[in-house]
């Protein structure tokens, strides 16, 4: 045990720190600001996953958003009560063998993450052929293609009703319970030899494959683990909001996470996790400019939609004016933290020791 | 099916073509200079249907002052676009710039939700574009042919700057070599500008033909022609203009008379237009028009 470094025993010693504060804030926080916490979890693991394929591995995909409803889909459906399911599906009534199956919550999650990882791979395999700009467009289009589906699959999905009364079985230990695996393997991932791989997929393919690097083999690799994971958040998220239909999943979602990583910063899994959460908080944190306020004498009327054009600009100005991203590529890590209050203290006794004569 | 009902949906697949055909070439000219999916192009289609809007219904012009005036500022606004997001943002990897336009693309349809409110207005006609027009057995309304017409107008002028005057040339040689055309002489921040000039007018045009056809107009209007129009672009060969053209007016009469002809698989018109794609990148990822580039190590 001796090559354990200050920052690998810092994050030990924290982690049951953290998830003893998950469970405080479990038990006491209220249930609006839990909801918060949640969604930050699952955006960061959206934004974890997009930063494998896109800022490790290099292979610039848009297909999250279909990944996401399939998780979202099948957990609902293996969640939901049949008596619900019999009140969801009044048009058309539902297939047969989904009427009465109802499964506890983590096997359906690891469900929902292996049929997300199969249908990453069924899409993979052809479109990871194509490359850059193209790739983007391909898995564009199989996540449209997607909800294209889901709204016209009555029978299984409901169509464009969506579902509702989904079991609210995500809370806070779920969610960041699953945040911390994830964080977890793709850090294990990225750093292992595979990680180097896809590293040099990332700078240059040529080069790679003529070092005997297996393309398809690496690409392939970080799509299932996204996309396994992207499921997983999906199957969160719907625990979570309780009602999905398809547009919950356009294309928005996939530029939503594109914008959160790259305010983050490209190659840096802390950075992702961050900049999910700011963007949530920051969203809700918002939310008060829409309702009527006063100013002295001077009451502005809310202006809805108003949050939205606050975010959009605030995005802009990430994007143009701090370009490499909140992180850069660099992870956020102890050491790093204690060397900034180490460097300030150094710095406040030179400024006092100057100052005396 | 009657030759008659053909006839009627293959004008209606056109004039839609026609219209997926001007929105491309925007999206098509703007890749093949910066290599940048322009997405924020779409909501420039919805910018142009409202300015003409709010030109006829508030400021009561004629829609002969309203429409040029509306393309005009729609334009305008693309060059503020490009000056003001894209150009800080050139030298830069380009999922920043991408992450920009998307950004744009936000921020525009945001503030038409405030500005312009939520719910979806009718956009009145011209009349003289309102009438029923009936050759033989084919009925259509007289939109239809000027759609048609004024895509053919348009494309023409757009086919003859870029090849007969200097800054189409060199509009087209900065698309193979950014850099090389720089060191030629050509000011490069010029003619990129006077692309997007070009594409967002285009974009404006084709958005008031939109709301001409379809005349119900609302802040998110724009992003359905915008990817269809894009999907339009890629199928011809993105960067490349006459391929914009052929792309945008197959994908238009294709899922015109895919519903014809298949009425039941209504539904899955949009899931179409993504499968034809993906199926062309496949076999033929530089699309039908495009050149195949090779790669340099």
């Known amino acids: 045990m001796k090559n354990i470094s200050r920052n690998q025993i810092l994050t030990l010693v924290f982690l049951p720190v953290f998830i003893g504060l998950l469970i405080l804030a479990q038990a006491f926080l209220n249930p609006y600001y839990q909801r918060i916490l949640n969604l930050c979890a699952i955006y960061s693991i959206f934004a974890v996953t997009f930063n494998l394929v896109f800022g490790y591995t290099g292979q610039f995909s848009l297909g999250h958003a279909g990944f996401a409803a399939i998780g979202a889909y099948i957990s609902a459906l293996l969640t939901l009560s049949p008596e619900q399911k019999a009140m969801n599906f009044f048009l058309k009534p539902i297939l047969p063998v989904l009427e009465n199956l109802q499964l506890p919550f983590f096997p359906t999650l690891i469900i929902s993450g292996l049929g997300a990882a199969l249908v990453g791979a069924l899409i993979a395999w052809p479109a990871l052929r194509l490359r850059g700009d193209y790739l983007a467009i391909a898995t564009l289009g199989f996540s449209e293609i997607i909800r294209v589906l889901l709204v016209n699959m009555q029978s299984v999905t409901n169509g464009a009703l969506g579902l509702k009364g989904i079991p609210g079985h995500t809370n806070l230990l779920w969610s960041w319970g699953w945040l911390i695996v994830c964080l977890f393997v ?137 370009r490499k991203g909140l992180m850069g590529n660099k992870e956020f890590s102890w050491d790093g933290l204690i060397k900034i209050f180490t460097k300030r203290k150094k710095k406040q006794v030179g400024s006092t020791g100057g100052t005396q004569p | 099916m009657t030759i008659e009902s053909f006839l009627q949906n293959l004008t209606n697949g056109i004039s839609l073509g026609a219209l997926y055909a001007l929105i491309s070439i925007g999206y098509t000219m703007v890749y093949g200079i910066l290599r940048l999916i322009n997405f924020a192009h779409g909501d420039l289609v919805m910018l142009g249907a409202y300015f003409a809007f709010y030109g006829v219904a508030l400021f009561l012009l004629p829609w002969w002052l309203a429409f040029p005036l509306a393309i005009l500022l729609t334009t305008l606004i693309g060059i503020i676009i490009e000056k003001a997001a894209y150009k800080p943002l050139r030298e830069f990897p380009r999922i920043n710039l991408f992450a920009a336009a998307v950004a744009v693309a936000f921020l525009l349809e945001n503030l038409a939700i405030v500005i312009f409110g939520g719910r979806p207005k009718a956009f009145a006609r011209p009349a003289f574009l309102d009438q029923l027009l009936n050759i033989g057995k084919v009925s259509f309304v007289s939109y239809t042919p000027v759609i048609i017409l004024t895509a053919i107008v348009l494309c023409t002028i757009l086919i003859l700057i870029i090849n007969r005057t200097k ?100 539904g899955y018109r949009d899931a179409f237009a993504y499968a034809i794609l993906i199926l062309l990148l496949l076999f033929r990822p530089t699309g039908i028009m495009g050149e195949v580039q090779a790669e340099k190590v």
């Open chain 1, 186 to 322: 793709v850090k294990r991932l990225v750093d292992s030899s595979y990680g180097r791989a896809m590293k040099a997929v990332r700078d240059d393919e040529v080069a790679a494959e003529a070092l005997g690097v297996g393309l398809f083999k690496h690409k392939m690799m970080a799509f299932l683990v996204s996309s396994f994971f992207v499921g997983v958040a999906g199957g969160l998220l719907a625990n979570l909001i309780s009602t999905i239909d398809p547009k919950v999943f356009q294309f928005f979602l996939a530029y939503q996470i594109v914008g959160i990583t790259v305010m983050g910063g490209m190659g840096s899994l802390t950075g992702s996790v961050i900049a999910a959460c700011l963007y949530t908080i920051f969203l809700e944190a918002l939310r008060p400019i829409e309702s009527q306020f006063t100013i002295g004498s001077l009451t502005i009327p809310g202006i809805p939609g108003m949050r939205m054009v606050l975010f959009s600009i605030i995005l802009l100005l990430v994007i143009l004016f701090y």
């Open chain 2, 167 to 266: 800054a189409g040339i060199a509009m087209r040689a900065l698309s193979k070599d950014i850099e090389t055309t720089a060191l030629m002489g050509v000011n490069t921040n010029r003619i990129i500008m006077f692309a997007f000039m070009l594409g967002s007018s285009l974009a404006a045009a084709g958005g008031i033909l939109w709301a001409i056809k379809f005349p119900q107009i609302n802040p998110l209007m724009g992003v359905m022609p915008g990817l269809k129009a894009f999907i339009a672009a890629v199928l011809g060969g993105i960067g490349n203009v006459w391929g914009a053209m052929i792309g945008g007016l197959l994908l238009g009469v294709v899922e015109i008379m895919l519903v014809a002809f298949f009425p039941q698989l209504a």
